[in-house]
């Protein structure tokens, strides 16, 4: 997992095992984890990962993402652009 994925795992996480807790149900749990272990995948190569996902925000914004964008700030453009 990329350090910045981090935080943002975390918070997942956490919130997963909140509704576990009051739903006594582990799904979402199970279902965040793999979520995450399917991201742990993709970002296995960060160059890759970082320029797959500015790629993506050309793609979608019809505008080129800036060489050396902050991971956040492109996962953020991603959000605004629906992705």
Known sequence: MLPEEHEEFDRDYRRALASAADSLDLAEVL???????????????????????????????????????????VKERLDQLGA
């Open 31 to 73: 279902r965040i984890l793999e979520h995450w272990r399917l991201r742990v995948i993709i970002s296995s190569d960060p160059e890759a990962y970082r320029l797959g996902l500015a790629h993506a925000v050309t793609l979608l914004s019809g505008e080129q993402a800036p060489v050396g964008e902050p991971l956040t700030s």
